[in-house]
């Protein structure tokens, strides 16, 4: 089931987000040489502390609807809320191509130039979300940039939806979600995700 | 002998980074189920595979032994849609498989092509589907594992018949050698016993024999229980 419904920020302290990489570990330091069996997905923990009274019921609410690992949510990464440029809008923004091989975006209609660092979103051919992290840029021309990105992007939706503010990735909880109700009402949340990939 | 190295794979092991993904063929009765273990298909050798990424995997040891002994090979299918007769895993259940051809190929992938340049198959494992088991149960991912079995008799596509006596007459009337062979498990080899004795072994052609003990036409004396 896929529900793609917004996670919640109120009171969120810690949102950190890992890429990982599917492939074998070093044999030794000498050679370093490892096997790649796939692409890198996201995992991401979300801990939430100081609830008061409605912040917790809206919360557990919303991991209710989650029905465990059943109902997709989306997120975005708090620490790059915006790119480094400072755009706070996604309007006009667009992808005219897709390079999987190449691990490159050509984005359209940007107001500024992106740079490493940043995040990316848009919708997949499948009607998911592609999230990456920018790690290289090409020169800006006329709000069209070449990006390389990480993980490799897949094939855009008709209707790409891209996004540097705020970007999207869709997640589902992995594991059990961990609620703590204490007398002192200063309530607590965690739990953990894993990206949903659908190219 | 070791694959020879195409350019792209001397470049990857440069980059000390290779590629690996696994490209899996089922032979069923209504044409061949193809997938592979990544994000986007891929068409390798004319043949399209399709996405499954990590829906499925191959559990256990790979194992290719070159004596006479069936290796098995368990493949593990993400089970939750398999009610679904358009998923990969609703199609292979509702066609027939059982003792048909499968093939499980390593495929040596382009390291910096994000797994769309295809270099080259470094093992090829051929087998025949035998059988399928699913487990489903609460806080368990839903499995459907599929066994397959080798052999090498089969991986060469040598058929499993025995050589009779009425094979090797029609190849070289003379030849007697083929008359003395079982052609069931278990069965009783008539050595020793005179011809006119065995139920169809007639009065002539068969090798001198007396009645206490057999002499085969080797100098051989057998004695007879």
Partial sequence: MSSQEIFLTDRLKDCSWRLMQRQSAPFGRQTGQVITYGGAFWVASFRYENLDGPGLRALSAWIARR??????FTAYRP???SPANGATSNSGLGISSVNTAASTIAATGLSAALAAGDMFSYATLAGGFYCGEVVSVGAISSGAQTLTVSPAPV??????????????????????????????RRYAVSFNARQVERA | MPL???TDARAALEAREVAIAWLLDLYTDEGTLR?????????????????????????????????????PLTIAF????????????????DRTWHQRRMRLRGLLMNV????????????????????????????????????????????LDMNLTACTDEDQRRRLSTDQFFRNVALKP?????????????????????????????????????QRE
């Avoid at chain 1, 094939?155 to 002192?184: K, N, W």
């Avoid at chain 2, 849609?81 to 199609?91: L, N, V, W, Y």
């Fill in chain 1, 67 to 72: 029905k465990g690992a059943a109902v997709s």
């Fill in chain 1, 79 to 81: 620490t790059r809320i």
């Fill in chain 1, 155 to 184: 094939a855009a939706h008709g209707t790409p939806q891209a996004r540097v503010f705020q970007a999207l990735a869709e997640f589902q909880l992995d594991g059990e979600p961990q609620i703590s109700e204490p007398h002192d």
């Fill in chain 2, 4 to 6: 020879p190295l195409t």
């Fill in chain 2, 35 to 71: 997938c592979w273990d990544q994000a986007i298909p891929i068409t390798y050798g004319g043949d399209t595979y399709e996405a499954l990424q990590d829906r499925w995997r191959i559990e256990g040891e790979i194992k290719i032994g070159a004596d006479l002994t069936p290796e």
């Fill in chain 2, 78 to 93: 993400d089970g939750a849609p398999q009610t679904d007769d358009a998923s990969f895993i609703g199609r292979l259940l």
């Fill in chain 2, 112 to 155: 910096s092509s994000n797994f769309v340049t295809a270099i080259g198959v470094h093992m090829t494992w051929n087998g025949w589907m035998d059988t399928i088991s699913t487990s489903d149960g609460v806080g368990t991912a839903s499995v459907v594992t599929l066994n397959c079995e080798s052999g090498i008799l089969r991986a």
């Fill in chain 2, 186 to 222: 278990a069965q009783q080899v008539p050595f020793g016993t005179k011809w006119i004795n065995i139920p169809g072994g007639g009065s002539s052609g068969g090798p001198a024999t007396t009645g206490g003990g057999g002499s085969l036409p080797f100098g051989i004396t057998i």
